[in-house]
């Protein structure tokens, strides 16, 4: 049985137990007339014997589904001559891969030796046995745990409670995965980071100013070393970054302080929903549009002018990307703005000031925290933009404050490090998880940045 029916089969199940655990609880107290007898409502009695007759089937689904694979490629290895299993991890890895093309079709069984061949069949054999001991395991799991907990169906019985239970530690597990998640990144971009730091010292990656991570095969290759300073992809990180913040924090806010202060209520039904629109192009739209139009635009005006702009620049990249931040701030501040109580508004205008003055001295000042906190998310989404860089400010390391000129950012090399086959032992390759971990930190400390902020100038009112 294939698992997408058997999924099915196990829903079915489901719905049959909360059917019938609700149905006894119901009959239990003489039909619905007698509901107020039962400790909890009918609907608790059915979604705990859905409950019971899931979860087993679930987990023992879960643990085939994580498990059946390596099972049964050990069995199938086993099935084969005896010097096959004895041989060394890499090849034997390398035999276990052709038997797993042989099965999804890459290649034909004819092409395939007679080992391939005879252990592809095997492992289809036990694979079908498998996936029918499964389908049998699993329902006989859904059926005997909704019986069992359909027999525990008691007017007394505290189905409400367990019921609140369960979902408690089901919220727990989810908020435990997020948090166990984000401490499995960190410590595995640690662990290559460290890795990298015993190559190559802290201070030339910190304080280094030229960046060229090529490694060469040999000693007497030209770059046989590598650089690797960090501080020309940083200054490039930040330059670009400046250069959007500029870009979207006046017009996001000025938007916004538009929209939800002097637009009428029909113009703003029709002109947010547009401007959060930018919000969900892709960024390599943003990208072809950066290289194509915004790159040349600005290289012709700057020989109208007598300047050299590169086609690949800052400035281009800082002002397409600064146009993909304006939704953030905008929609963020909005919100803000329009969160004010309106009383606020009232007592300033009765001590006279006009509308400007209001929002100026007691609009803004009020909505500064969320306005503070919605730059700051720009700023991280500016730091972490790679494929508009990639597009339009280029793969050149240089350390420049000139708009005009080609530079890079840290997403962008991490991305070109990592591209194709990579060997996780060179300088060149963990010096990705090097500049990642700086990202992280650099992230950090602008959300605690955010934090102490909202925190210093929260408002709470009524």
């Given at each position: 049985m294939?698992?997408s029916?058997?999924?099915?089969l196990?829903a079915?199940l489901?719905?049959?137990a909360?059917r019938?655990g609700?149905?006894?609880?119901?009959?239990l107290?003489?039909?619905?007339?007698g509901?107020?007898?039962?400790?909890?409502?009918?609907?608790?009695?059915?979604?705990l014997?859905a409950v019971?007759?899931?979860?087993?089937?679930?987990v023992?689904?879960?643990?085939?589904?994580?498990?059946?694979?390596r099972?049964?490629?050990?069995?199938?290895v086993?099935s084969?001559?005896?010097?096959v299993?004895a041989?060394?991890?890499a090849?034997l890895g390398?035999?276990?891969n052709d038997?797993?093309?042989v099965?999804?079709g890459?290649?034909?069984?004819?092409?395939?030796s007679p080992?391939i061949?005879a252990a592809?069949?095997?492992y289809?054999?036990?694979?079908?046995?498998?996936?029918a001991?499964?389908?049998?395991?699993?329902?006989?799991?859904?059926?005997?745990?909704?019986?069992v907990?359909?027999?525990?169906?008691?007017?007394d019985?505290?189905?409400r409670n367990?019921?609140?239970r369960l979902?408690m530690?089901?919220?727990?597990?989810?908020?435990s995965?997020a948090?166990?998640?984000?401490?499995?990144?960190v410590l595995?971009v640690?662990?290559?980071?460290?890795r990298f730091?015993?190559?190559?010292?802290?201070?030339?990656?910190l304080f280094?100013t030229h960046w060229?991570?090529?490694m060469a095969?040999?000693?007497?290759?030209?770059?046989?070393s590598?650089?690797?300073?960090a501080?020309?992809?940083?200054?490039?990180?930040?330059l670009?970054?400046i250069i959007?913040?500029?870009v979207?924090?006046p017009?996001g806010?000025?938007?916004a302080?538009?929209l939800a202060e002097?637009?009428?209520?029909?113009?703003?039904?029709?002109?947010?929903p547009?401007?959060?629109?930018?919000?969900?192009i892709?960024?390599?739209?943003?990208?072809?549009?950066?290289a194509l139009t915004?790159?040349?635009?600005?290289r012709?005006?700057g020989?109208?002018?007598?300047?050299a702009v590169?086609?690949?620049?800052?400035?281009a990249?800082?002002l397409v990307?600064g146009i993909?931040i304006?939704?953030?701030?905008?929609s963020l501040?909005?919100d803000?703005?329009t969160?004010?109580p309106q009383?606020?508004r009232?007592?300033?205008?009765a001590?006279?000031?006009?509308?400007?003055e209001?929002?100026?001295?007691?609009v803004?000042p009020a909505?500064?925290?969320?306005?503070v906190g919605g730059?700051l998310?720009?700023v991280?989404r500016?730091?972490?933009e790679?494929?508009?860089?990639v597009?339009a400010?280029?793969?050149s390391?240089?350390l420049?404050?000139?708009?005009?000129?080609a530079?890079t950012t840290?997403t962008?090399?991490i991305?070109?490090?990592?591209v194709?086959?990579q060997e996780?032992?060179?300088?060149?390759?963990?010096?990705a998880f090097?500049l990642?971990?700086?990202?992280?930190?650099?992230?950090l400390?602008?959300?605690i940045?955010?934090?102490?902020?909202v925190?210093r100038y929260?408002e709470?009112?009524?």
């Open positions: 294939q698992i029916s058997l999924v099915l196990l079915f489901t719905l049959l909360y019938f609700r149905g006894r609880a119901v009959r107290v003489g039909g619905p007339r509901v107020r007898d039962l400790h909890s409502l009918p609907s608790y009695y059915g979604a014997a019971w007759c899931a979860v087993p089937s679930l023992i689904l879960l643990a085939w589904q994580g498990f059946s694979d099972v049964l490629t050990h069995l199938t086993q084969m001559p005896a010097s299993p041989l060394p991890a090849e390398l035999i276990t038997v797993r093309n099965i999804r890459s290649v034909p069984p004819a092409s395939a080992e061949r592809a069949a095997t289809q054999s036990l694979e079908s046995a498998a996936r001991g499964l389908a049998v395991l699993c329902t006989l799991a859904a059926v005997l745990g909704g019986f907990l359909w027999r525990r169906i008691a007017p019985l505290r189905a367990e019921v609140e979902v530690w089901l919220l727990i597990g989810c908020a995965i948090i166990l998640t984000t401490i499995g990144i595995s640690l662990y290559e980071a460290l730091f015993g190559k190559v010292p802290v201070t030339d990656f280094g060229s991570p090529q095969l040999s000693a007497d290759q030209v770059g046989s590598g650089a690797f300073g501080v020309p992809l940083f200054a490039g990180t930040l670009i970054a959007a913040m500029l979207a924090v017009i806010l000025f938007a302080i538009y002097y637009a009428d209520r029909r113009f703003r039904a029709v002109a947010k547009l401007l959060e629109t930018l919000a969900g892709p960024t390599v739209v943003y990208g072809f549009f950066a915004v790159g040349p635009a600005l012709d005006l020989q109208m002018l007598g300047l590169s086609t690949e620049s800052a400035l990249a800082g990307m993909m304006i939704p953030f701030i905008s501040a909005d803000m703005i969160a004010v009383a606020m009232d007592g300033s205008s001590l006279g000031a006009t509308r400007s209001t929002i100026r001295k007691v803004l909505a500064l925290p969320g306005i730059v998310l720009g991280s500016a730091i972490g790679t494929m508009i860089v597009m400010a280029g793969l390391a240089n420049t404050a000139n708009p005009l000129q530079v840290v962008v090399q991305v070109t490090l990592l194709g086959d996780f032992d060179s300088p060149k390759t963990l010096a090097a990642g971990l700086g990202l992280f930190l650099t992230t400390l602008l959300n940045i955010a934090l102490k902020v925190r929260r709470q009112y009524e």
